[in-house]
């Protein structure tokens, strides 16, 4: 069992910048690809980013290339999101996931979600 805690989240006005990070419990985090969600009022969870085992590759969802950064640091379990030019519409609950690999990550195979953290960009 892998338990996923997220922090960071907050309120910024547009323009501005967030650091999320999720702590993750178990000594087998490099076993999984970390990946970032999120999910705003009245609509599905959406994939936002996502990071391989060792952080050789990432993925980004299209809505935040060039603004947003995965990376994560596997001596201390922790994958962080970092969250730039931030826009009314990034405005969502973020959800950090582990899976497997980014592949089964990216067919919706999450093997372990955190809580959720929020974050609330003002206009």
């Known amino acids: 069992q892998v338990q996923l805690v997220e922090s960071g989240g907050g309120l910024v006005q547009a323009g501005g910048s967030l650091r999320l990070s999720c702590a993750a419990s178990a000594r087998t985090f490099s076993s999984y690809a970390m990946g970032w969600f999120r999910q705003a009022p009245g609509k599905e969870r959406e994939f936002v980013a996502a990071?391989?085992?060792?952080?050789?590759?990432?993925n980004y969802a299209d809505s935040v290339k060039g603004r947003f950064t995965i990376s994560r640091d596997n001596a201390k379990n922790t994958v962080h999101l970092q969250m730039g030019s931030l826009k009314p519409e990034d405005t969502a609950v973020y959800y950090c996931?582990?899976?497997?690999?980014?592949?089964?990550?990216?067919?919706?195979?999450?093997?372990?979600w955190g809580q959720g953290t929020q974050v609330t960009v003002s206009s």
């Open positions: 996931a582990a899976s497997l690999t980014l592949w089964t990550m990216s067919q919706g195979g999450i093997d372990y």
């Open positions: 990071i391989s085992r060792i952080g050789g590759s990432t």
